[in-house]
Nanobody
């Protein structure tokens, strides 16, 4: 069983920065694709950023140039650096670990609120 636990959410003013962390355990972390999703109130959960086991990254259009996903396989941790935050970035952010044939795992989420 794979466990993923997010941390780092909070309240930040527009234009500010936050770094989210996701610690994974119970598996060979380096072999999993890791992703960050977010769900705003009343909306569906959407992908924000993905990083493959090989380190290839991709982003949803609205965060390109502002967010950076990275991973530290030695620490079994994936990060989401969020800069120039906007009110529309307010959401619960979820970490996801996935590997074909092995499963699809979610954390419980961490709340990010962007407000003045």
């Amino acid at each position: 069983q794979v466990q993923v636990v997010e941390s780092g959410g909070g309240l930040v003013q527009p234009g500010g920065s936050l770094r989210l962390s996701c610690a994974a355990s119970g598996t060979i972390f380096s072999s999993y694709t890791m992703a960050w999703y977010r769900q705003a109130p009343g909306k569906q959960r959407d992908v924000v950023a993905i990083i493959t086991s090989g380190g290839t990254t991709s982003y949803t259009e609205s965060v390109k140039g502002r967010f950076t996903i990275s991973r530290d396989n030695a620490k079994n941790t994936v990060y989401l650096q969020m800069n120039n935050l906007r009110p529309e970035d307010t959401a619960v952010y979820y970490c996801n670990a996935q590997k074909p044939g092995y499963g699809y795992y979610w954390g419980k989420g961490t709340l990010v609120t962007v407000s003045s």
